[in-house]
């Protein structure tokens, strides 16, 4: 490769970072409105809004049953609920376009115990659309106060996040 191509591929890969920054930024943005505009029932016919999901910590996880890494995150879902109890929920979004019947004994089956929505219509569904959800898993941890924290928080990551989130604002000394 050229001198000259080298020189203008090292500009290009410059230009690009803070485009890649901002369209963060703008999805970001886009799942706070998400966030706020959410009304939608669970498959045990409770409506979850954005009030619902204040109050304590909050993972909205996009999954479905057919998808491999989101069935790897499972065993930290489940702990991670039975460590911090009533503190962190898990709201599922589940996908599959099977039946609701299919989706509750598929739960059963697994241990699956959290709320869930059920998205039937996959990526085409108004929910996912509404989330710019084109690919899984994808989760959304908020605190408290049902503010966006972190988004994609997996595995073992998922405890430590969890755990800032549980840590009480230190308070600044005044002089």
């Known amino acids: 490769m050229s001198k000259r191509w080298a020189i203008w591929f090292a500009l290009a890969a410059l230009i690009a970072v803070p485009a890649a920054a901002d369209a ?44 491999a890494p989101c069935l790897r995150e499972l065993p930290y ?10 503190e962190f929920e898990v709201l ?12 509750r004994s598929w739960m059963a089956r697994q241990g699956v115990d959290w709320p869930q929505i059920h998205a039937t219509g996959g990526y085409d569904d108004p929910l996912s659309m509404r989330f710019g959800i084109d690919r899984l898993p994808i989760n959304f941890l908020l605190d408290q106060s049902g503010r966006l924290r972190a988004v994609n928080v997996r595995g073992e990551a998922l405890f430590g996040a969890i755990e800032e989130l549980r840590a009480p604002a230190e308070d600044t000394p005044s002089r």
Request: charged share 35%; with cysteine; hydrophobic share 40%.
């Open 24 to 67: 963060q930024s703008k999805n970001s943005a886009e799942v706070v409105r998400a966030l706020l505009a959410l009304d939608s029932e669970d498959l045990d016919g409770r409506t979850w809004n954005h009030r619902e999901l204040r109050g304590r910590i909050v993972l909205v996880d996009f999954w479905a049953t057919w998808c």
């Open 77 to 86: 879902l489940k702990e991670a609920r039975e460590r911090y109890g009533d």
């Open 92 to 103: 599922g979004v589940s996908l599959d376009t099977f039946s609701r019947r299919e989706l």
